[in-house]
């Protein structure tokens, strides 16, 4: 028998994130706000754990939402779940009457779930129509930036957010394929990519149209900027001893969290003065980003370029 999506799943870094969670969830009645719920994985065994547990679960993924309130249905009135972008979390909470929340999850990237639906056009290695978006009722999707973007758009968008060298060749090669054609799936995007990159680079660094697959998604779901507002406003909604943990998959994102964290928890007190500086009112959990074990690694592919990252709101 065929397993359910769900029961395939396997949240990365799940073990690693509850133990960081673990302090601030311990008081009565805690709050968690799962910014980016996917399948539920990892709120399945939050609420699991924690048994006086609220979550509320945001997804701008709508098919996820829907496989996610399958699984998490026997928790009833402990799960609530917003269809939403997750840079809106504080609207999402204002909403619900919260002010302050003792835990907050961000899992960023593509889940396992859109990754697997083939249609979706996430994969390179999966025939599907380009698309990319997250929330397929609104937004540009990768067909269209494809076939209508010039090549300097092109260029800085796969150079951008795909951190691709070859980002030129791959832009000129997509101009003159789409000339002849339209260039409408995914396994055709693939092919043009490949053939743009040079045969001595292609046989290391594993499949070459990763790197430009990432760019379009990115760049399609507004990601580093949806990124940059909800970090902020996700640090503004943590109680006195709450905990933020932030799974990413990539530089981008990391440089983003790294920055945002080092912001709130650096004293702005100037080194080497006779002074003792005033406490910071956040401490990071993690002195750098942590990747997951090399155990984990072999059992979850998607846990391989995954960086932890947390921080805990402590009283001025």
């Known amino acids: 028998m065929k397993k359910a999506m769900h029961d395939e799943h396997i949240p990365v870094a799940l073990e690693r994130t509850i133990e960081l969670l673990t302090p601030a969830l311990s008081v009565t009645s805690p709050y968690l706000i799962d910014a980016t719920l996917g399948l539920g994985g990892h709120t399945e065994k939050l609420l699991e754990r924690f048994a006086d547990l609220h979550v509320i ?29 997750y840079d809106q979390i504080a609207n999402v909470a204002s909403e619900r009457g919260l002010t302050q929340v003792q835990g907050i999850l961000f899992d960023l990237g593509v889940s396992s779930m859109q990754l697997d639906q083939s249609d979706r056009g996430f994969a390179y290695s999966h025939d599907a ?22 090549h300097e758009e092109l260029t800085r968008i796969i150079r951008e957010y795909g951190e691709e060298k070859f980002a030129s060749r791959i832009a000129a090669r997509i101009i003159d394929a789409r000339k002849v054609a339209p260039v409408t799936s995914t396994i055709a995007l693939a092919q043009i990519i490949k053939e743009s990159i040079p045969a001595a680079t292609r046989r290391t660094g594993g499949n070459p149209a990763k790197r430009t697959f990432q760019a379009l998604r990115i760049y399609v779901n507004n990601e580093i900027d949806v990124l940059e507002r ?67 690694m072999e059992s979850n592919p998607r846990a391989q370029s995954v960086r932890i990252r947390a921080i805990e709101r402590r009283a001025a």
């Open 57 to 85: 679960g945001i997804d701008r993924d709508k098919s996820a939402l829907e496989k996610a309130a399958a699984r998490l249905a026997r928790f009833n009135e402990r799960v609530t779940l917003v269809h939403a972008v």
């Open 129 to 150: 129509p380009l698309d990319m978006r997250m929330d397929q009722s609104t937004g540009v999707s990768a067909v269209e930036v494809v076939n209508n973007y010039s």
């Open 230 to 296: 909800a970090i902020p406003a996700a640090l503004e909604l943590l109680a006195i001893s709450g905990r933020m943990v932030v799974l990413s998959y990539h530089s981008l994102e990391d440089r983003i969290i790294k920055r945002a964290f080092a912001h709130v928890s650096t004293s702005e007190v100037p080194h080497g003065l006779p002074v003792e500086p005033e406490p910071t009112s956040y401490h990071l959990l993690t002195r750098s980003s942590e990747s997951a074990s090399a155990e984990e």
